[in-house]
């Protein structure tokens, strides 16, 4: 039986009239202890599937399942990254932290819930910054307390939305590290978000592409068959790494021209006349450009 | 720093000058019983320079009538933020709650602290000696509730998804998720109502003194004016504004050291 299993879901946004549908059927199956990178476009709905599978919101259609039981709203079990840290702003990082870890482990003392604190402040290097507001960090320092206060946490599975996207290369690549080894030690089910297939590759076991929206939903899995720990530099020679690459990008590239394919949509143009501008606007009674389905009668003047 | 100072100190000076200037030229022609600049510091030289001196009940310093008047704002005021400040948390959580209320509020907040004294006076009618001071206190508390309890719901609206998330994800009891999120992303938008509500409260005071007789910088007005003595009522009016001034600097001191970022 799958650990954490998504069946048929679908997930829009809006009412009636101006409705998106973001998700559709989408289908996964995580085993325990599994490490999962989810890639995909720019607003493809990645944040919308990573809400779905912490509880945050619930899906349209489908159900989803952790260890066998339907899911009911979000819980510390799962520990997510939000893309945009979401750190509270009147706290400093180290009380970030701890409005988490006093939250999941009521039972230890004073002591033990400062010491646990400290130890997830220390794994992320931000012991210096402790007492900072967020809005004394730079982004990368940022994302990383938002690490430490979902690690704090020890959820059983780890929702990582893009936690690296928006820091510049290096800090990017020492995260990456960094996640690799919590990941190799601490052994936790792994569900990352990424729009990086080479980031995806270097961490994950398997590799799911979700299609460009709207409608997006995920594609076949790529088994990431490429022993741990992988590095970064012997890995950009390995031609199995280089042939994932190549299979996941073209996929992402063939869910996007497919789309381009076979949508036909129906041109409508909006019902709307242009607006005489050589009229003088009515301060009162503003007159609004006329839709042409109420013009009934019109007088055009012709001079010759 | 000759501009700076030129900026902030000279400017200002001329700013003075000019003013005292037209009040001197408007005591000589069309205003004849308005009293000189001179002279209004002649007569009011002894409230200014011992402040604290109490010769009879409604002849005392201007400072120790500004004590009382602030002593009542802040009683009235500290009404109106425990009553405004939950009434605004329930608008910005609740859309029932908004619709039942918006309305009444909407009526209730332009009427004017002279309309509601009356009623303060024959609501506590039977308090006896107390019924002015309770009185009064009514028509500040209503009258300064207003900014509170709409800035308070504006905040507690414009908490960001992502705090609240925060919260759910934690599983924070309902109470905690007040006290630790909402409250704490709402304080910027409360204290911004705070400080307004002290501008109100401040300035329905003197209204409230002056038909209740009570001592203080409004009641010393109305009785002066009373009393023929028109320097007085200047010395009160520029008092009323510098006391307004320093409060309003002072909140907003306050406020800005709730502003996170
Ligand atoms: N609360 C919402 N209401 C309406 N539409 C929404 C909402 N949230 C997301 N959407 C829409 O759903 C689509 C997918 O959004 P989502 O945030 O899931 O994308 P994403 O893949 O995470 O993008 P990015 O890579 O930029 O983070 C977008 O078109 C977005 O406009
Ligand atoms: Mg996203």
């Not at chain 1, 794994?123 to 007492?131: E, S």
Request: glycine fraction near 6%.
């Amino acid at each position: 039986m799958p650990y954490l299993e998504l069946k048929s879901v679908s997930k829009g946004y809006g009412s009636n009239g101006s409705r998106t549908e973001v998700l559709r059927d989408v289908n996964l199956s995580i085993e325990q202890g599994e490490f999962v990178a989810i890639v995909g476009y720019s607003g493809a709905g990645k944040t919308t599937l990573m809400s779905i599978l912490a509880g945050l919101i619930r899906p349209d259609t489908g159900s989803v399942t952790l260890e066998g039981r339907e899911m009911s709203g979000p819980g510390p079990d799962r520990g997510l990254v939000f893309q945009n840290y979401s750190l509270l702003p009147w706290l400093t990082v180290a009380e970030n932290v701890r409005l988490a870890v006093d939250q999941v482990f009521p039972e230890k003392t004073e002591a033990g819930r400062a010491a646990h604190a400290t130890e997830f402040i220390e794994m992320v290097n931000l012991a210096p910054a402790r007492d900072k507001r967020p809005h004394e960090l730079s982004g990368g320092m940022r994302q990383r307390v938002s690490v430490a206060r979902t690690l704090a946490m020890n959820p059983k599975v780890l929702l990582l939305d893009e936690p690296l996207s928006a820091l510049d290369a290096l800090t990017r690549a020492n995260l990456q590290d960094e996640i690799a080894r919590i990941r190799a030690q601490q052994k936790q089910t792994v569900v990352l978000i990424t729009n990086d297939p080479d980031e995806a590759i270097l961490l994950a076991d398997r590799v799911v592409p979700l299609t460009a929206g709207p409608n997006a939903t995920l594609g076949e899995s790529f088994i990431v068959d490429l022993p741990h720990p992988r590095d970064r530099k012997a890995l950009n020679h390995s031609p199995r790494f280089r042939e994932l690459r190549r299979d996941i990008s073209e996929y992402l590239l063939r869910s996007r021209q497919d789309r381009h394919a076979t949508v036909t949509r129906k041109l409508i143009l909006p019902d709307i006349d242009p607006e005489d501008l050589s009229v003088p606007r009515n301060m009162l009674g503003r007159t609004r450009p006329l839709r042409s389905s109420e013009a009934r009668e019109a007088t055009v003047e012709v001079s010759s | 720093m000759k501009a700076f100072k030129f900026d902030w100190f000279i400017l200002p000076l001329i700013g003075i000058a000019v003013v005292l200037l037209m009040w001197q030229i408007s005591s000589k022609t069309w205003a004849k019983e308005l009293p000189t600049p001179h002279k209004t510091w002649e007569a009011s030289k002894d409230y200014v320079l011992k402040p604290f001196e109490k010769r009879g009940e409604m002849d005392q310093g201007i400072l120790r009538f500004t004590w009382y008047s602030l002593i009542l704002v802040a009683k009235g005021y500290a009404i109106a933020l425990i009553i405004g400040t939950p009434i605004g948390f329930c608008l910005g959580l609740s859309k029932a709650f908004t619709k039942t209320f918006d309305p009444i509020i909407q009526v209730l907040r332009p009427v004017s602290p002279l309309a509601w004294l009356p009623l303060g006076l024959v609501l506590f009618l039977g308090a006896g000696k107390q019924a002015s001071e309770l009185g009064a206190l009514f028509t500040i508390a209503i009258c300064a509730m207003w900014p509170t309890v709409l800035n308070t719901a504006v905040g507690v609206r414009a908490i960001p998804q992502d705090y609240l998330n925060v919260a759910k994800v934690l599983k924070l009891s309902r109470w905690k998720t007040l006290t630790k999120v909402m409250i704490p992303a709402t304080m910027p938008y409360m204290f911004t109502g705070f400080r307004l509500s002290l501008g109100i409260a401040w300035l329905v005071i003197v209204a409230a003194e002056m038909l209740t007789g009570r001592p203080g910088v409004g009641g010393f007005l109305w009785q002066e004016y009373n009393a023929l003595l028109y320097e007085h009522i200047i010395l009160c009016i520029i008092t009323i504004g510098v006391v307004g001034f320093v409060l309003d600097r002072l909140m907003s001191l306050v406020e800005s050291r709730f502003k996170t970022a």
